[in-house]
C-alpha cells in the first residue's frame, strides 16, 4: 500500500477542457484536451500555465463515465473560450499519496488511497485529482494524487 497522508489544501485555477470519459478512454482522450489547453495558454503567457492536472468528478454510480477536467495550472481567473473553460481543483481536506514510475502502475496508487481511507474510517468525496510533474522521458517523475474527503 502507498503512503497516504491527509493535508489540507487551497483551491487551484486551471485552464481545462472538459470531457465525459469513460475510465478505460482516459488514455485516448487527455492528449487532444491538453493540446487545446496548451494552444490557449500559449496565446495568454500572463496566465502562467505550470504543471498539467486531471481533475475526476466522480460519478454516482463508481463505473460510469465520469467528467474530466484535463487542464494545466494558471495563476489567474481568465474568461472561458471555446472548450477551454476556468476551472478550479477544490480546496479542503484530502487523502494524498505520490506515485513515483510509470502511469501503467497509476491504478494501484488511487486503490491504495481507497484502501487506506477505509482502513482509517475517512469518507472520499466527489472529486480525486492527479498534478503531473514532468521530467525528460514519457512518463511523470512524480504524480501527486488527492482524494477530497467528505
Known amino acids: 500500500m502507498p ?3 491527509l493535508e489540507t489544501v487551497e483551491p487551484q485555477l486551471l485552464a481545462a477542457v472538459r470531457a465525459n470519459v469513460e475510465i478505460k478512454e482516459i488514455p485516448n ?3 487532444p484536451a491538453i493540446y487545446a489547453v496548451k494552444a490557449f495558454l500559449a496565446e495568454r503567457p500572463t496566465l502562467a500555465g505550470a504543471r498539467q492536472v486531471f481533475l475526476y468528478h466522480h460519478p454516482t454510480q463508481r463505473q ?3 467528467e474530466i477536467d484535463f ?4 495563476a489567474q481567473p481568465f474568461a472561458d473560450e471555446a472548450s477551454v473553460k ?3 481543483a477544490p480546496g479542503g481536506r484530502v ?13 494501484q496508487t488511487h486503490m491504495g488511497i481507497h484502501q487506506w481511507c477505509a482502513a482509517n474510517g475517512h469518507a472520499i ?3 480525486s485529482w492527479e498534478t503531473y510533474e514532468w521530467g525528460d522521458g514519457p512518463d511523470p517523475s512524480r ?4 482524494y477530497l474527503l467528505r
Not at 487542464?71 to 494558471?74: D, K, L, R, S, Y
Not at 487523502?95 to 491504478?107: K, Q, R, W, Y
Open 86 to 88: 476556468c476551472v478550479s
Open 3 to 5: 503512503q497516504v497522508d
Open 143 to 146: 504524480t501527486i494524487v488527492r
Open 95 to 107: 487523502a494524498t499519496s505520490i506515485h513515483l514510475g510509470a502511469l501503467t502502475t497509476l491504478p
Open 29 to 31: 482522450a487527455w492528449q
Open 64 to 66: 460510469a463515465s465520469m
Open 125 to 127: 468525496g466527489g472529486f
Open 71 to 74: 487542464g494545466i495550472e494558471v
